[in-house]
C-alpha cells in the first residue's frame, strides 16, 4: 500500500521542532516529494530533534546535534544525510527568508543520489596528494586557491598546507563525477567529510570546501569572495 502524502506526520518532539519538520515537510510535499523521499526525512529527523529539543536556537547547538548523530552512520550514506540536514536547518532556526533563499538558490533535493565518489583509504591517498599530477584547469584553480590564501593576513604555513591538500582531494575525487551531475562538488564534499575523524578537521575541511569552491567553479571574484566568506554555521 502506498503512503499517503497528505497523511505524513512529524516525528514527535518539543513544539518547536514539530513546528519546524511540519513547515518543512509541506514545502516537500508541495514540490512534490515521493513517499520515499518522506520516509527518509522522518527517519533521520526522528533521532535528530530529540537531540535539539530543550536546547538554544543556535548553529553551535545543531551543528553539535549533528555531530551525535551522524556518528555512527556509514560514509556511504552521509551525502544524503546531509542533505536533509542542510534542508531542515532554517526550518529548526525559523529563518522564513534563509528557507526561500535556499529554495531559490540550492533547491530541495527530492530524487535519491545517483553518483558518488569511489571509496578510498585516506591514509593511503593522504601522503600521495603531495606528487598528484593535475591536468591545467584543476591547477588553474588551485594555484589561485593558493594565492589568494597566501595573500591573508594571519593564515600559518601549515594550514595553508592543510588547506591545500584537502583541495586536492577533492579535485581528485571528482574526475570521475558524470557531466550531467550538477551536484558532483557537494556530494564529493560531503562522501569526503566522514573520512576525517577528528571533529576539529572535520571542520576544517567544510571550510576548505567552502573557500575553494569559488575557484573550482572560477567566480571572477573569487579572491574577493574568499576574503569576504565567514566560518560555516553548519555542515
Request: proline share 6%; with cysteine.
Amino acid at each position: 500500500m502506498g503512503l499517503n502524502l497528505t497523511m505524513v506526520q512529524p516525528v514527535i518532539s518539543t513544539p518547536r521542532e514539530a513546528e519546524a519538520i511540519q513547515a518543512y515537510y509541506k514545502l516537500l510535499q508541495s514540490k512534490g516529494a515521493d513517499p520515499a523521499i518522506m520516509a527518509e526525512r522522518d527517519a533521520l529527523l526522528s533521532e535528530l530533534c530529540p537531540l535539539l529539543a530543550n536546547q538554544d536556537n543556535q548553529s553551535t547547538v545543531y551543528r553539535k546535534a549533528v555531530d551525535d548523530c551522524l556518528a555512527d552512520k556509514p560514509a556511504q550514506r552521509w551525502p544524503e544525510l546531509l542533505t536533509i540536514i542542510r534542508e531542515f536547518y532554517p526550518f529548526w532556526r525559523g529563518d522564513v527568508k534563509a528557507v526561500m533563499q535556499y529554495a531559490e538558490t540550492v533547491g530541495f533535493e527530492l530524487h535519491p543520489i545517483s553518483w558518488q565518489p569511489a571509496v578510498i583509504d585516506l591514509q593511503s591517498v593522504w601522503p600521495a596528494l603531495q606528487s598528484e599530477k593535475f591536468e591545467t584547469s584543476e591547477l588553474w584553480a588551485l594555484n589561485g586557491y593558493v594565492k589568494a590564501l597566501k595573500a591573508m593576513q594571519h593564515k600559518q604555513e601549515m594550514d595553508i598546507e592543510l588547506r591545500t591538500r584537502m583541495a586536492k582531494l577533492m579535485l581528485l575525487r571528482m574526475r570521475e563525477a558524470p557531466m550531467t551531475e550538477k551536484n558532483a562538488y557537494r556530494i564529493t564534499a560531503d562522501a569526503t567529510l566522514p573520512l576525517f575523524t577528528l571533529k576539529n578537521t572535520r571542520h576544517l575541511f567544510i571550510n576548505a570546501v567552502r573557500e575553494f569552491y569559488y575557484f573550482w567553479s572560477a567566480h571572477p571574484d573569487a579572491a574577493e569572495m574568499l576574503q569576504q566568506l565567514q566560518p560555516p554555521e553548519i555542515l
